[in-house]
């Protein structure tokens, strides 16, 4: 099993693969080996002389396609008709990059609390989603501006992701 970190370059080297031949190096083609890809095309090629498997399509991403097998073929006689021939299969996988932003389900959200609530009460909890794995999809809430922004505060719940909004500063009601 091979790891590629999601590649937007076409050529991105994967792995070398080796086959050895028993016959007489010295003796015609009978060992010179040449490499085809049997399964794998479009996404990867291989390199007919060096066993070098590359990507062979722009843009790959984990979020489209995550796991790729690909066999190759190693033939003698230089790949010609009545060489031998042997496989071999790569399992690969693409890992993951921080390529997509976290984003919101919605734009605006609503939430009330009385005037009595005390410091620290949750008010409610947000989430926004993002499409990449593990720590690319950890996400720190912030309040930027607002209304609210010096009554409110926002931690995150490193559990599920969730910004949880707070009571940072006691209502106090008009003395009027």
Do not use: W
Request: charge should be negative.
């Amino acid at each position: 099993m091979e790891s590629l970190q999601q590649s937007n370059t076409l050529g991105t080297s994967v792995i070398q693969v080796t086959a050895t031949d028993a016959d007489d190096a010295n003796y015609g083609n009978s060992a010179k080996v040449v490499y085809s890809i049997l399964q794998g095309q479009p996404y990867f090629s291989v390199n007919p002389e060096t066993g070098i498997i590359k990507t062979a399509l722009p843009d790959m991403s984990r979020e489209n396609r995550e796991q790729y097998q690909v066999v190759i073929q190693a033939k003698d006689m230089g790949g010609q008709m009545g060489g031998l021939s042997g496989t071999t299969t790569v399992n690969i996988t693409l890992t993951d990059v921080n390529d997509n932003p976290p984003r919101f389900p919605q734009s605006t959200y609503q939430f009330s609390s009385p005037e009595s609530a005390s410091l620290g009460t949750p008010l409610g909890r947000i989430k926004a989603n993002d499409l990449d794995v593990g720590e690319n999809a950890a996400t720190e809430y912030g309040i930027s501006n607002g209304d609210g922004s010096d009554m409110f505060d926002i931690i995150t719940d490193e559990d599920t992701q969730e910004g949880i909004i707070t009571i940072k500063k006691i209502f106090c009601g008009s003395t009027h």
